[in-house]
């Protein structure tokens, strides 16, 4: 017998060949976020960092924009309206990043309609990420809670069954047929 005969493990293997509901890949950490397996604190300290990088690196190329703003001399106004529009693309980007973290949205159609807005607020979506992962990875409360609740109704339903419906069958026939 191998050794992985002998033990059992925990739970169903997640390599989509069990019965039974399979956990949702999460971006950068795939399934280990289900067991913390994988190399899963590599990973998290890597989208940390990573996602405070690109935040970081993205300012600095909204400086220099701004800079050719300046160059061009199209005067305070614009400049004004040009940092205003990405703080408040910023905010509500940032915003409905953290709020899809916990639930999923009830109108996904208006998630398709703020993807340009929240491009422009890019920096606030790496914000979001950067902040959420340390205490998790980015989404992994909701899909967990998701997860979980899918496993318990998948358990209730399969101990509901009694088995073979066929022998269920015949044993009340020869019940009925005694009396």
Not at 66 to 85: D, N, S
Request: glycine share 12%; with cysteine; proline share 6%.
């Amino acid at each position: 017998m191998s050794e992985k005969n002998e033990a059992p493990s925990a739970g169903p293997p997640r390599d989509g060949s069990a019965p039974g509901p399979q956990p949702e890949p999460l971006r950068f950490f795939g399934t280990t976020w289900v067991d913390h397996d994988g190399g899963y604190g590599l990973r998290r300290a890597g989208v940390t960092v990573g996602s405070l990088a690109a935040a970081v690196a993205s300012c600095f190329v909204l400086r220099f924009a701004y800079q050719g703003l300046e160059i061009a001399e199209v005067g305070g106004f614009v400049g004004l309206l040009v940092v205003l529009m990405f703080a408040v693309c910023s905010a509500i980007a940032f915003r409905r990043t953290w709020d899809g973290f916990g639930s999923r949205s009830a109108d996904p159609s208006q998630d398709d309609r703020l993807r340009g807005l929240k491009s422009i607020g890019f920096i606030g979506s790496l914000l979001a990420y950067f902040l959420r992962s340390f205490r998790e990875a980015p989404g992994e409360k909701l899909r967990r809670a998701e997860y979980e609740t899918a496993l318990a109704q998948y358990e209730k339903r399969r101990s509901n069954r009694a088995g073979n419906p066929a022998a269920r069958k015949t044993a009340k026939g020869k019940r009925s047929g005694r009396r």
